[in-house]
T-cell receptor, first 112, second 114 residues
Framework: GDSVTQMEGPVTLSEEAFLTINCTYT??????LFWYVQYPGEGLQLLLK?????DKGSNKGFEATYRKETTSFHLEKGSVQVSDSAVYFC???????????FGQGTTLQVKP | NAGVMQNPRHLVRRRGQEARLRCSPM?????VYWYRQLPEEGLKFMVY????????ESGMPKERFSAEFPKEGPSILRIQQVVRGDSAAYFC????????????FGPGTRLLVL
């Protein structure tokens, strides 16, 4: 069945470091891909999305490219801030059914 | 434009009681989804509803759990005779039209069963 695999955390970085959080997926058809962020005690906020192969989603300095050939959607940011500390979830919408499938989440800790 | 609203934010129940979780979608959204997040895990899909219809309940446990989205009022996720394993965060999301649209999440209801 469809699934999402994220790199395990926690990921600990110093402020201004480069961030990569890996995400790979298994899906039939052409899913849409998403990154959501969850701050402590809060719900999920949409960070960025891509709906077709080679699309690049970007927001707040974060970006991810939909790579069909490697079935990946890795999240990157050139210079992280302490305020980016949160849990990041990669998700797919298989065949656009609305039934989002999430990865297990990656905790990011950014130290000053 | 208010986002997705959920209440209560925190709910404590004793084993055997009922839990009712409410979700008001974003204005103009007619599709609602419920997800459950167990401790240290990702979110798992439970059910997808439109007004007065259940579209997909494949992620919902067969017993004790039910969901509705009436013509008027919020969507309700109901858990009867709660057990400790039901302790989790329950998130509601909404979208404007069909399942292809981006889902926007509420703040969640954190259920603790004693």
């Amino acid at each position: 069945g469809d699934s999402v695999t994220q790199m395990e955390g926690p990921v600990t970085l110093s402020e201004e470091a480069f961030l990569t959080i890996n995400c790979t997926y298994t899906a039939t058809g052409y899913p849409s891909l998403f990154w959501y962020v969850q701050y402590p005690g809060e719900g999920l906020q949409l960070l960025l999305k891509a709906t077709k192969a080679d699309d690049k989603g970007s927001n707040k300095g974060f970006e991810a490219t939909y790579r069909k050939e490697t079935t990946s959607f890795h999240l990157e940011k050139g210079s992280v801030q302490v305020s980016d500390s949160a849990v990041y979830f990669c998700a797919l919408n298989p065949s656009n059914t609305g039934k989002l499938i999430f990865g297990q989440g990656t905790t990011l800790q950014v130290k000053p | 434009n208010a986002g997705v609203m959920q209440n209560p934010r925190h709910l404590v129940r004793r084993r055997g009681q009922e839990a009712r979780l409410r979700c008001s979608p974003m204005k103009g959204h007619s599709h609602v989804y419920w997800y459950r997040q167990l401790p240290e895990e990702g979110l798992k899909f439970m059910v997808y509803l439109q007004k007065e219809n259940i579209i997909d309940e494949s992620g919902m446990p067969k017993e004790r759990f039910s969901a509705e989205f009436p013509k008027e009022g919020p969507s309700i996720l109901r858990i009867q005779q709660v057990v400790r394993g039901d302790s989790a965060a329950y998130f509601c999301a909404s979208s404007a039209t069909s399942g292809v649209e981006t889902q926007y999440f509420g703040p969640g209801t954190r259920l603790l069963v004693l």
